[in-house]
């Protein structure tokens, strides 16, 4: 939800280097290994990259966290806009210290992933099973930021029977949502991509052509944040666009479309978190999702904004392995 282009201060670009190697320094279809340490607290962390095949030519690029361990509880992670699927560097330790299984996907067009032009918002459902099945995983919790965030609600709507449990940091609602000016606090550069969306794929690609990083849709708070312990954010932007704007540009289509299912469809536990001071996507929106999903619990993050709302993901992943274990109790056999 991002310019293209866009150069996060204080963030360094990566690439995905050569055909062998990805963004997380991982060979493909291989795995990559490194030790974190908290305290007294060390464990290896190993990403396993592969590719999926979907059939017509299209293939999704896949991460797994914790490849081999089927025992733990997975959480699907769904990333923001622009940006791919690698573990970010703030969490990945974390949930494995909290033994939940990391699993996700660069979205079409992002990354290693072919396109898809015309996919919902809602697409996640699919690709999310497509993901968990090739993984052998039943059931799974959902997690996403940003953008990421909305795919993330649509995964758990649309497969009710297999999501445990719902994470949404810093999502913006379905356009048209009763009851919301969705453009209300948005700041004017991205409000104005979005209606440049609104008038279809061409225009939104004139406009994104020429649009530029615009700092002020960052708070003081976000731009800490980037400089700072997420500045991961800024050394996936390059890896996230390396085969063009393709991704992006479909992602601002589909978030001014319908998204394909509705939230209030959404049956297990969520846990909606926004900064009250976003600039990006309003801290409006978190609140008319927590309120149209049935069984939602809203985080409102005083003097945060879009980025440095993300601080408060460790809490998220503390909420999601009780909801995991719980869940795993609960379950015959």
């Known amino acids: 939800m991002l310019p293209l282009g866009r150069e996060p201060s204080g963030g360094r670009r990566i690439g995905r280097g050569d055909s062998r190697t990805g963004v997380c320094g991982a060979v493909l279809s291989g795995a990559f290994s490194r030790v974190a340490r908290d305290g007294e607290w060390e464990a290896e962390v190993r990403v396993r990259e592969f590719e999926l095949a979907l059939g017509d030519g299209r293939s999704v690029h896949a991460y797994d966290a914790a490849p081999g361990d089927d025992g733990l509880p997975a959480v699907l992670w769904h990333h923001g806009t622009p940006n791919v699927g690698a573990p970010p560097e703030p969490l990945a330790d974390m949930a494995l210290q909290l033994g939940l299984r990391w699993v996700a996907y660069d979205r079409p ?49 649309l497969l009710r029977e297999r999501v445990t449990a719902a994470v949404s940091v810093s ?23 979005f209606r440049a969306a609104l008038r279809g794929r061409a225009e939104l690609e004139r406009h994104q052509a020429a649009a530029a990083y615009d700092p002020e849709m960052f708070t003081p708070e976000d731009h800490a944040a980037l400089e700072g ?25 589909a978030y001014v479309a319908p998204w394909g299912c509705d939230p209030a469809e959404v049956t297990a536990p969520v846990l909606i978190m926004h900064g009250d001071q976003d600039r990006v996507v309003p ?17 409102l993050l005083p003097g945060d904004g879009h980025i440095s709302a ?12 009780g909801i995991s274990r719980r869940t795993a109790d609960a379950e015959p056999g």
């Not at 312990?229 to 289509?253: C, H, K, N, R, Y």
């Open 310 to 321: 993300m601080r408060a993901a460790p809490a998220a992943l503390e909420w999601l392995a």
């Open 171 to 193: 999502a913006p609602a379905p356009y048209g949502a009763e009851g919301l000016d969705w453009f209300t606090g948005m700041y004017a550069s991205g409000a104005a991509g």
């Open 229 to 253: 312990d997420w500045s991961w954010f800024g050394e996936v932007v390059a890896a996230a666009q390396a085969g063009g704007p393709g991704g992006q540009i479909d992602d601002d289509l």
């Open 109 to 157: 067009g992002y990354g290693a992933s072919t396109r898809w032009p015309g996919r919902r918002v809602g697409s996640a459902a699919v690709l999310g099973e497509r993901v968990a099945d090739a993984l052998g995983i039943g059931r799974f919790a959902v997690m996403g930021h940003s953008g990421g965030g909305a795919h993330a609600l649509a995964c758990a709507a």
């Open 283 to 299: 801290s409006a929106h978190g609140g008319w999702l927590a309120g149209r999903c049935p069984s939602a619990e809203l985080r």
